[in-house]
């Protein structure tokens, strides 16, 4: 672990981190080890949360970018409403295969940036892992401390074969890495990617937003 906050440029909100640790070459706010989370109840994306009249849940991020950036540009406004739910599962920056490395640190930075943030704001905060290939895990699993539960999601990141697999090597590393006792899922949970895994950690699974649009479709 390395040097406590200083004053950076604010064009990546500095104000986020101050009094966090930084981890890693390239410096990643270190998350707290807070014990006031809870398996959730449920899930519900950001874009959904201002209208939603249920609280008792947590708020994700797992949409495309655009559509969370104002969290990370002004998260401060942000905070009363995120205040109103159980929890929130940290951003979900993208890491792409092919992206890069730098652009990959910065928004592992930013995801751990508004968590540590949320945190020191009495929100109960569960981390988002993501990673693209092999060569993320230098930095991906930074700032998340060993033990804890943690957040994943597979909406979007195994259409492919070559997505599949890199995603199975990845939830492999990010178990070694970091040891979660709990791995809540968003999105499906093919039994090729986690079958090895299902009597060695507990898994909570979440329906997508896609998923439960289809359900309503069909009911």
Not at 78 to 91: A, E, H, Q, R
Not at 121 to 134: H, L
Request: aromatic residues 10%; positive net charge; proline residues 6%.
């Amino acid at each position: 672990m390395t040097k406590p906050n200083s004053f950076f440029d604010d064009g990546f909100q500095a104000y986020l981190t101050e009094g966090a640790t930084f981890v890693g070459e390239p410096g990643i706010p270190m998350l707290m080890n807070l014990n006031n989370v809870q398996v959730p109840r449920d899930m519900i994306p950001f874009a959904k949360a201002r209208r939603c009249a249920n609280k008792r849940q947590y708020v994700h991020f797992y949409m495309h970018d655009r559509e969370f950036s104002q969290v990370l540009t002004a998260t401060t406004r942000y905070l009363d409403l995120l205040k109103l739910y159980d929890g929130v599962i940290t951003p979900d920056c993208s890491l792409l295969i092919g992206q890069s490395p730098c652009l990959q640190q910065t928004n592992t930075y930013m995801n751990r940036a508004v968590g540590f943030f949320l945190q020191k704001n009495g929100i109960p905060v569960i981390p988002n892992v993501r990673w693209s290939d092999e060569r993320s895990f230098e930095y991906c699993f930074l700032g998340v401390p060993k033990g804890v539960m943690v957040s994943v999601s597979t909406h979007g990141c195994i259409k492919s074969r070559e997505q599949r697999r890199m995603f199975r090597v990845g939830l492999a590393a990010m178990l070694k890495t970091l040891q979660p006792p709990i791995v809540l899922v968003h999105g499906s949970m093919p039994n090729d990617v986690f079958g090895e895994y299902l009597n060695q950690v507990e898994f909570h699974r979440y329906a997508s937003q896609v998923e439960r649009v289809h359900r309503r479709k069909k009911a």
